[in-house]
């Protein structure tokens, strides 16, 4: 059972647009979301998250949005760099019996940003 | 900056063989994670744990064992290796304190072949 979805397994924008990269998930509980990057060969980095009690967090070129009702977020990346082409995960947790610290994930979104 | 180390970035092993893929991280973090990432998978949570010999199974452990004997050091253990455990595997750690908003910080990973 997929808890956090990325349907989109690949995304193509050129560069300086807006890449609007989309996540959805089941679990009601989830109180804490996040954005993971990873390029090939090493780990995934964190990018940027969101507390459940919000519904905008922004951190320069990259702003993710949550729709607590749709369970639905969305990371944007404007202008969009050569540099962001990578994997994307997002990944929720809830704190509490059950949750601790674990992260479900999803399966990803390849972004690539063309010239 | 976190530090999380892998032993090895690349290793090969027969079926049948006991394999060790270790993991340390140098920031004093309570809790330590192992995942497995496949393609259109996403990253998969085996094991995790919250304090120095504490383990708790993540989502699918079966085949897999861990140790925590210092709360630097997680070892990932395949009781006997099988070809359906190539993959690549990742280590993350995180405080423990904080509640849900702590991300995760990745280590870049190990690529186990089971031949």
């Known amino acids: 059972d997929q808890q956090v979805k990325q349907n989109s397994p690949s995304l193509s924008v050129q560069e300086g647009r807006i890449s609007i990269l989309n996540c959805d998930y089941t679990?009601?509980?989830?109180?804490?979301f996040l954005w993971y990057k990873k390029y090939p060969a090493e780990g995934p980095t964190f990018l940027i998250s969101i507390s459940s009690i919000k519904d905008k967090n922004e951190d320069g070129r990259f702003t993710v949005f949550l729709n607590k009702s749709a369970k639905h977020l969305s990371l944007h990346i404007v202008p969009s760099q050569p540099g962001d082409s990578a994997v994307y995960f997002c990944?929720?947790?809830?704190f509490g019996r059950g949750g601790g610290n674990k992260l479900t994930f999803g399966t990803g979104t390849q972004l690539k940003v063309e010239l | 900056d976190v530090k999380v180390t892998q032993s090895s970035r690349y290793l090969v092993k027969r079926t049948g063989e006991k394999v060790f893929l270790e993991c340390v991280q140098d920031m004093d973090h309570e809790n330590m994670f192992w995942y497995r990432q496949d393609p259109g998978l996403g990253l998969r949570l085996i094991y995790f744990s919250y304090d120095v010999k504490m383990k708790e199974k993540g989502d699918i452990p079966e085949g897999y064992s861990v140790s925590r004997e210092k709360k630097e050091r997680f070892s990932l253990i395949l009781e006997s290796a099988s070809t359906n455990q190539t993959s690549m595997y990742l280590c993350?750690?995180?405080?423990?304190?904080?509640?849900?908003?702590?991300?995760?910080?990745f280590g870049d990973g190990t690529r186990l072949s089971i031949l």
């Open positions: 993350a750690s995180s405080p423990g304190t904080g509640g849900s908003n702590q991300p995760q910080h």
């Open positions: 679990n009601s509980m989830f109180d804490y």
């Open positions: 990944a929720a947790s809830w």
